[in-house]
């Protein structure tokens, strides 16, 4: 059935460090790539999505990549702080069906 | 800017009660969506609506479960005799479309659903 997996589960990083999250999914049908960060006790909030017709897309410190022929996807988050410091969620969805398939999610620490 | 709401924030209930959960979509959007996340899980779909109907359910969806759009503004999420493992965060969203163009999914801050 459809399935992400996300790597690792908990990432520690020092300040100014980069962070780089990757999943991989297994349904062809996907064209949509969100990724979520939460907080504790509050909503997931999208802070940035890829579609399939494109490989790289980037928003200041946060840059997704994707490889299609793989079913890859990255979350690269540069020059890191603590205010990083959540859980990111990636999904796959499909504009067939709407529904967003979620990782299992990563703990990001950054240390001061 | 808009925002998807939901009440209660908590919900505490006796197993085998009935729950009904709200959710208030963003005004001008179309799809709906039910999604839970048990404490330290991550977030499960269980269901898409559009057009006052289901669109699509997951395996979780079973017949305990049930939505709405009783008006123009509300979408609810029925469970109609709660076990111990409904326990969970349940989250309600919505997206202007579910094409590749305006499918952004917005979510509501939750209601905590405890069952005990």
């Known amino acids: 059935g459809e399935n992400v997996e996300q790597h690792p589960s908990t990432l520690s990083v020092q300040e100014g460090d980069s962070a780089v999250i990757k999943c991989t999914y297994s349904d062809s049908a996907s064209n949509y790539f969100p990724w979520y960060k939460q907080e504790l006790g509050k909503r997931p909030q999208l802070i940035i999505d890829?579609?399939?017709?494109?490989g790289e897309k980037k928003d200041q410190r946060i840059a997704v990549t994707l490889n299609k022929t793989a079913k890859h996807f990255s979350l690269h988050i540069t020059e890191t702080q603590p205010e990083d410091s959540a859980v990111y969620f990636c999904?796959?969805?499909?504009?067939?069906?709407?529904?967003?398939?979620f990782g299992q999610g990563t703990t990001l620490q950054v240390k001061p | 800017e808009p925002e998807v709401t939901q009440t209660p924030s908590h919900q505490v209930t006796q197993m085998g009660q009935e729950v009904i959960l709200r959710c208030v979509p963003i005004?001008?959007?179309?799809?709906f969506y039910w999604y839970r996340q048990i404490l330290g899980q991550k977030v499960e779909f269980l269901v898409s609506f559009y057009n006052n109907e289901i669109s699509e359910k997951s395996e979780i969806f079973d017949d305990q479960f049930s939505v709405e759009r009783p008006d123009g503004s509300n979408f609810t999420l029925k469970i109609r005799s709660t076990k111990l493992e409904d326990s969970a965060m349940y989250f309600c969203?919505?997206?202007?479309?579910?094409?590749?163009?305006?499918?952004?999914?917005?979510f509501g801050a939750g209601t905590r659903l405890s069952v005990l």
């Open positions: 999904a796959a969805g499909s504009s067939n069906t709407g529904k967003l398939i």
């Open positions: 969203a919505s997206s202007l479309d579910r094409g590749i163009t305006k499918n952004i999914q917005y």
């Open positions: 890829i579609r399939s017709n494109v």
């Open positions: 005004s001008n959007h179309l799809y």
